[in-house]
């Protein structure tokens, strides 16, 4: 339903929906929280999720519960088919996956999440589980950072990296990077590490290099999430640009990028706005002279521009930056391409 309609998306989140399927994607879980252990996510949990759920007239009226009802029985007695691993596990897939779909471009949903040890949560799951609850652990994450990524408040108070939970998520999604080679784990791992370019500092020095590595994966999808999240890391948005750049030159990020242009037939549009921005911030580098990026712009600009108008600025300058510091160089750029 939330998929569906982002009008009843919203509403799910005001009838405080959200807790509860927190409450019950943690049942067993150890997390740094004494409300969220183990221990208390236990039936009693349930019982007192079930209250809680009773309080909402919409979801009253949906999950209404009396003494002959099976959901009744389900949350007030200990029966055999709570503790089956089996429907534990379907119960977290479904709780995830109506996380996912709940976050999903919603800043109230999101907010409710983070606001508990929902993030915290995600992590433990995306390092412990396998195949469709990390997948869908992993999606959800990726949302929350999207809806971070254009709201600063969040962001701030969320996913600021000093926090245990946001610590946790990147060190989850650095693991999956690093240690993954699967593109649908890949992506939202890429993605969610892009969408929080800004909240990293430069003495988180782990990010650059595995996200350079995977412009050389042999799926070209992910060679491309690869890319538009390095180019957050070098947009002029992000107060560290220029560092950011550096560092990806010196992970050699110049060649992988100029082999994924050269594999991918496909619009090439985010590895060459990367690569505008790489020529931006580096004033003088041999690394882009000897791979002859500016060949590779002007070519660009002529087959690109007609079709992306909106990245003329860009192209223009990234070629004049280049031309500056490539001492008796002539580019002759034709009118009709910038």
């Given at each position: 339903?939330?998929?569906?309609?982002?009008?009843?998306?919203?509403?799910?989140g005001?009838?405080?929906?959200?807790?509860?399927?927190?409450?019950?994607?943690?049942?067993?879980?150890?997390?740094?929280?004494?409300?969220l252990?183990?221990?208390?996510?236990?039936?009693?949990?349930?019982?007192?999720i079930?209250?809680?759920?009773?309080?909402?007239?919409?979801?009253?009226?949906?999950?209404?519960?009396?003494?002959?009802?099976?959901?009744?029985?389900?949350?007030?007695?200990?029966?055999k088919?709570?503790?089956?691993?089996?429907?534990?596990?379907?119960?977290?897939?479904?709780?995830?996956?109506?996380?996912?779909?709940?976050?999903?471009?919603?800043?109230?949903?999101?907010?409710?999440?983070?606001?508990?040890?929902?993030?915290?949560c995600?992590?433990?799951?995306?390092?412990?589980?396998?195949?469709?609850?990390q997948?869908?652990?992993?999606?959800?994450?990726?949302?929350?950072?999207?809806?971070?990524?254009?709201?600063?408040?969040?962001?701030?108070?969320?996913?600021?990296?000093?926090?245990?939970?946001?610590?946790?998520?990147?060190?989850?999604?650095?693991?999956?990077?690093?240690?993954?080679?699967?593109?649908?784990?890949?992506?939202?791992?890429?993605?969610?590490?892009?969408?929080?370019?800004?909240?990293?500092?430069?003495k988180?020095?782990r990010?650059?290099?595995?996200?350079?590595?995977?412009?050389?994966?042999?799926?070209?999808?992910?060679?491309?999430?690869?890319?538009?999240?390095?180019?957050?890391?070098?947009?002029?948005?992000?107060?560290?640009?220029?560092?950011?750049s550096?560092?990806?030159?010196?992970?050699?990020?110049?060649?992988?990028?100029?082999?994924?242009?050269?594999?991918?037939?496909?619009?090439?549009?985010?590895?060459?706005?990367?690569l505008?921005?790489?020529?931006?911030?580096?004033?003088?580098?041999?690394?882009?002279?000897?791979?002859?990026?500016?060949?590779?712009?002007?070519?660009?600009?002529?087959?690109?521009?007609?079709?992306h108008?909106?990245?003329?600025?860009?192209?223009?300058?990234?070629?004049?930056?280049?031309?500056?510091?490539?001492?008796?160089?002539?580019?002759?750029?034709?009118?009709?391409?910038?």
């Amino acid at each position: 339903m939330a998929e569906m309609d982002s009008d009843v998306q919203e509403e799910f989140g005001k009838e405080n929906v959200i807790r509860p399927l927190v409450m019950l994607l943690c049942v067993d879980i150890e997390l740094d929280d004494t409300k969220l252990q183990s221990g208390s996510t236990s039936i009693h949990s349930l019982v007192q999720i079930n209250k809680e759920l009773s309080r909402s007239p919409l979801l009253n009226h949906t999950l209404h519960t009396d003494s002959n009802s099976s959901s009744s029985m389900t949350l007030h007695k200990k029966d055999k088919g709570i503790e089956s691993p089996e429907l534990k596990l379907d119960l977290r897939i479904s709780c995830a996956n109506a996380l996912w779909k709940l976050s999903k471009g919603c800043l109230l949903n999101s907010r409710k999440i983070t606001e508990t040890k929902g993030l915290l949560c995600l992590a433990k799951l995306i390092e412990k589980e396998k195949e469709e609850l990390q997948i869908n652990c992993l999606m959800a994450v990726m949302e929350l950072a999207a809806v971070a990524e254009s709201n600063t408040e969040l962001r701030r108070l969320a996913f600021k990296p000093s926090y245990p939970a946001a610590r946790a998520v990147l060190e989850q999604l650095l693991r999956v990077m690093n240690e993954s080679t699967s593109p649908t784990l890949l992506i939202p791992a890429i993605n969610s590490i892009g969408s929080l370019a800004r909240t990293f500092t430069m003495k988180e020095t782990r990010i650059i290099g595995p996200l350079v590595t995977q412009l050389g994966h042999r799926n070209s999808n992910v060679g491309t999430e690869a890319a538009i999240a390095l180019g957050k890391f070098v947009c002029p948005d992000n107060f560290n640009c220029v560092e950011n750049s550096k560092a990806i030159i010196n992970s050699d990020g110049i060649p992988r990028l100029m082999n994924l242009l050269k594999a991918n037939g496909r619009d090439q549009v985010h590895e060459l706005v990367l690569l505008c921005y790489l020529a931006l911030n580096i004033d003088k580098d041999k690394g882009l002279e000897h791979a002859r990026v500016l060949n590779v712009l002007e070519g660009a600009a002529r087959s690109v521009l007609p079709r992306h108008p909106e990245l003329r600025e860009l192209f223009a300058m990234a070629i004049h930056h280049l031309t500056l510091y490539q001492a008796g160089v002539h580019i002759h750029i034709p009118a009709h391409a910038l």
